[in-house]
T-cell receptor
Framework: AQKVTQAQTEISVVEKEDVTLDCVYE???????LFWYKQPPSGELVFLIR??????QNEISGRYSWNFQKSTSSFNFTITASQVVDSAVYFC?????????????FGTGTRLQVTL | EAGVTQSPTHLIKTRGQQVTLRCSPI?????VYWYQQALGLGLQFLLW???????NRGNFPPRFSGRQFPNYSSELNVNALELEDSALYLC??????????FGPGTRLTVL
């Protein structure tokens, strides 16, 4: 069975601090996708990134960066120079690509609070 | 390009009633997914529809059901509502196995 663990329930930082959100996953599949979604107070989940299991290159998009380590089954998300607008709940998710399931298994989310 | 839309935005029902939630996917997306986000329980997968067929369902009782129409829109029906059905119901759509794009959700309150 697939499982995603986000051990950090809530993180509070002051604006401009860097923050890393941890994600550890479990799967028996050799091929899978990992995702990060942001859920602002409005409730709508916003897609941030997708990474397949064969691509271990780290990715940077503006202030966001992701570190995928297959050896430790982790897919961590770092926000550099955090801003108040980054305050949200962030979900890590896992999906297989066999087509028989094609569902997202979500972690429990990390609530990030960025204050001035 | 229009995103995933859901209706209604909010809904208040009483125990035992039935409710229907609606979802319109992004144009070109053939898969629709339903998730329940109840307080303290995180995001739980409910149902997956693709090309009009139910492909997979999560660990929910049969009173949760739905369907997908020829235009790929979808309905989620919940019968015999219970208090614990109070949640945000999120619909997502995707094309093939790519990322799922989510709608704004329907917040259901059962009194």
């Amino acid at each position: 069975a697939q499982k995603v663990t986000q051990a950090q329930t809530e993180i509070s930082v002051v604006e401009k601090e860097d923050v890393t959100l941890d994600c550890v996953y479990e799967t028996r599949d050799t091929t899978y996708y990992l995702f990060w979604y942001k859920q602002p107070p409005s409730g709508e989940l916003v897609f941030l990134i997708r990474r397949n299991s064969f691509d271990e290159q780290n990715e940077i998009s503006g202030r966001y960066s992701w570190n995928f380590q297959k050896s430790t089954s982790s897919f961590n998300f770092t926000i550099t120079a955090s801003q108040v607008v980054d305050s949200a709940v962030y979900f890590c998710a896992l999906s297989d690509i066999t087509g028989t399931a094609s569902k997202l298994t979500f972690g429990t989310g990390t609530r990030l609070q960025v204050t001035l | 390009e229009a995103g995933v839309t859901q209706s209604p935005t909010h809904l208040i029902k009483t125990r035992g009633q039935q409710v229907t939630l609606r979802c319109s996917p992004i144009s070109g997306h053939t898969s629709v997914y339903w998730y329940q986000q109840a307080l303290g329980l995180g995001l739980q997968f409910l149902l997956w529809y693709d090309e009009g067929e139910e492909r997979n369902r999560g660990n929910f009782p049969p009173r949760f059901s739905g369907r997908q129409f020829p235009n790929y829109s979808s309905e989620l029906n919940v019968n015999a509502l219970e208090l614990e059905d109070s949640a945000l119901y999120l619909c997502a759509s995707s094309f093939s196995f790519y990322e799922q794009f989510f709608g704004p959700g329907t917040r259901l309150t059962v009194l």
